[in-house]
């Protein structure tokens, strides 16, 4: 075993994987109205290269966990064949899944049986004018619907991600907290990142963590952490609605980096090993898979591509540079 370590004492058990860059929405914080152009086919991993450095990573670098992200993994028909894949791995890694929730109404149960453990849904409104305003398309009710259909489905706890965008939907934070307690979801606010394809976010213009936590002052928020709960490596600071079970997350990347815990690593959907969401550098699995390589070798070479992996994403120096590609093309 190989353990993908960098030179500040991180290792990666986590990895990302894109497995489309295409997406059914067009969220204004993520893509321009008319679309991006799409990567060709013949660029993309076919599933046989997907699997297989999955599978290395599992069994020779010491990945025990897989999210299966996009763009937006649903649109791919061949998604159950993927899990059941990934399922079969020895040893098996938790599998989870962040989608829009767009046709999950009727593939939940499929995901489930093929061995999908978690999932989250992206949800940033509940009223439907605004849900057509912030992603260009009128499927607000489509996206409930596929909440519900997962938590039938046993994939809870069902995680809502929501960003809050200012002067559209930055005062939903308690409605969505008390809509997330009646349903049973776990809420997770995320701050806007600098991943649009436009390049236009501002910093000035993003809700804050503390901005959200101010607007939810009513709710009793108390730190999950202070009940002695260690954070770890995961991205989201979580809190305890008053003295219910019902937990919040904030996941605030920009304003309160976690990059010294960090374990995640990311692999594109035309194959490229990022260490980061915000690289601007990528190491290409994809061209020595075609050529020949050995599980071996590619294993080497990733090992040598985290081990370059940065201190931290660099957001909040004055050099930071947007990476080129945009969220839909890293993924989540």
Same mark, same amino acid.
């Given at each position: 075993?190989?353990?993908?370590?960098?030179?500040?004492?991180?290792?990666?058990?986590?990895?990302?994987?894109?497995?489309?860059?295409?997406?059914?929405?067009?969220?204004?914080?993520?893509?321009?109205?008319?679309?991006?152009?799409?990567?060709?086919?013949?660029?993309?991993?076919?599933?046989?290269?997907?699997?297989?450095?999955?599978?290395? %990573?599992? +069994?020779?670098?010491? @990945?025990? $966990? /897989?999210?299966?992200? &996009?763009?937006?993994?649903?649109?791919?028909?061949? !998604?159950?064949?993927?899990?059941?894949?990934?399922?079969?791995?020895?040893?098996?890694?938790?599998?989870?899944?962040?989608?829009?929730?767009?046709?999950?109404?009727?593939?939940?149960?499929?995901?489930?049986?093929?061995?999908?453990?978690?999932?989250?849904?992206?949800?940033?409104?509940?009223?439907?004018?605004?849900?057509?305003?912030?992603?260009?398309?009128?499927?607000?009710?489509?996206?409930?619907?596929?909440?519900?259909?997962?938590?039938?489905? %046993?994939? +809870?706890?069902?995680? @809502?991600? $929501? /960003?809050?965008?200012? &002067?559209?939907?930055?005062?939903?934070?308690?409605? !969505?907290?008390?809509?997330?307690?009646?349903?049973?979801?776990?809420?997770?606010?995320?701050?806007?990142?600098?991943?649009?394809?436009?390049?236009?976010?501002?910093?000035?213009?993003?809700?804050?963590?503390?901005?959200?936590?101010?607007?939810?002052?009513?709710?009793?928020?108390?730190?999950?952490?202070?009940?002695?709960?260690?954070?770890?490596?995961?991205?989201?600071?979580?809190?305890?609605?008053?003295?219910?079970?019902?937990?919040?997350?904030?996941?605030?990347?920009?304003?309160?980096?976690?990059?010294?815990?960090?374990?995640?690593?990311?692999?594109?959907?035309?194959?490229?090993?990022?260490?980061?969401?915000?690289?601007?550098?990528?190491?290409?699995?994809?061209?020595?898979?075609?050529?020949?390589?050995?599980?071996?070798?590619?294993?080497?070479?990733?090992?040598?591509?985290?081990?370059?992996?940065?201190?931290?994403?660099?957001?909040?120096?004055?050099?930071?540079?947007?990476?080129?590609?945009?969220?839909?093309?890293?993924?989540?």
């Amino acid at each position: 075993m190989l353990p993908l370590a960098d030179a500040y004492g991180r290792v990666a058990t986590d990895l990302r994987v894109s497995l489309t860059d295409r997406c059914n929405l067009r969220c204004t914080y993520c893509m321009p109205p008319e679309g991006l152009d799409w990567m060709p086919d013949d660029q993309l991993l076919t599933n046989d290269e997907l699997v297989r450095l999955v599978r290395i %990573g599992v +069994e020779r670098l010491g @990945i025990g $966990s /897989v999210r299966l992200t &996009g763009g937006e993994p649903l649109l791919r028909q061949d !998604l159950p064949q993927i899990i059941a894949a990934v399922a079969d791995l020895t040893p098996r890694p938790t599998i989870a899944l962040t989608t829009n929730g767009i046709g999950l109404a009727r593939r939940a149960g499929d995901l489930k049986a093929a061995g999908l453990d978690r999932i989250n849904v992206s949800l940033d409104t509940l009223d439907p004018a605004r849900f057509q305003v912030m992603t260009r398309r009128r499927r607000h009710a489509d996206v409930l619907a596929g909440i519900r259909a997962a938590k039938e489905a %046993g994939l +809870e706890p069902v995680k @809502i991600n $929501s /960003v809050l965008m200012r &002067g559209l939907n930055d005062d939903e934070a308690p409605a !969505l907290v008390d809509w997330a307690g009646r349903e049973g979801v776990q809420l997770r606010f995320i701050e806007q990142m600098p991943l649009d394809a436009q390049h236009g976010w501002r910093r000035d213009r993003m809700v804050t963590a503390d901005e959200i936590l101010a607007s939810l002052a009513g709710h009793g928020l108390r730190p999950v952490a202070a009940e002695g709960t260690v954070r770890g490596s995961a991205p989201s600071e979580l809190f305890r609605v008053g003295d219910t079970s019902q937990l919040v997350g904030v996941i605030a990347s920009v304003s309160r980096p976690f990059c010294g815990a960090c374990d995640r690593v990311r692999l594109t959907a035309d194959g490229q090993i990022r260490n980061c969401l915000f690289s601007r550098t990528e190491d290409d699995l994809r061209t020595a898979l075609r050529s020949g390589a050995s599980d071996e070798e590619i294993a080497e070479q990733w090992v040598r591509a985290v081990a370059g992996k940065h201190p931290g994403h660099g957001i909040n120096d004055p050099s930071f540079l947007q990476p080129d590609r945009p969220m839909s093309a890293i993924g989540g």
